[in-house]
């Protein structure tokens, strides 16, 4: 077995990516606080084709030399929007016919594996701050809450390893 160059691997340029079919996933960041997850989370979106990113709240944008250093140029290749406040982000999707879903632990929360996703539907994936997770008023106000099941002592996992889960998880399920 020999390791592929990056040549080899047929990846698309970013005029190939924008033109290419993305899935019907949108990724919301409730205020991110760190650069370097967010730099992962705009990376992970441009490996699974995602349609967009928002930003929200105290969430940096782009540019930025500490998200460019994990995003890699994913910046350039996936859409992403600035809104201030991430309630108006989640009833605006509604509106629009996605099915929001935040990523979180609560009462009566779908566990990952057990979340029914349908080719038929569009989806929103709302990721919550390093600290405090999604806000309150968002998880009140979204369709689902979808938790990843944990096994070991700590309480949760970082945001781009649990936006690596999700998205795979609905990429698995809605793969061109």
Request: charged residues 25%; glycine residues 4%.
């Amino acid at each position: 077995m020999r390791k592929l160059k990056n040549d080899e691997l047929n990846r698309l340029d970013i005029s190939e990516f924008k033109a290419t079919k993305k899935i019907p996933l949108v990724v919301v960041l409730d205020n991110i606080r760190s650069l370097n997850n967010i730099g992962s989370v705009f990376r992970t979106s441009d490996a699974f084709v995602i349609e967009k990113i928002y930003l929200c709240g105290i969430t940096a944008t782009p540019p930025s030399k500490d998200i460019h250093k994990t995003a890699l140029g994913a910046t350039e290749t996936v859409a992403w929007e600035y809104v201030e406040e991430t309630l108006e982000v989640v009833k605006s999707l509604q509106k629009n016919g996605y099915i929001v879903a935040s990523i979180e632990q609560a009462e009566n929360a779908t566990m990952l594996e057990n979340f029914p996703i349908s080719k038929s539907e569009k989806y929103a994936i709302v990721m919550g701050n390093e600290v405090k997770g999604v806000q309150q008023e968002v998880v009140s106000s979204s369709n689902h809450c979808i938790e990843i099941p944990q096994f070991g002592t700590k309480h949760s996992l970082n945001i781009s390893v649990t936006t690596g889960i999700v998205l795979w998880k609905f990429l698995e399920k809605l793969k061109l």
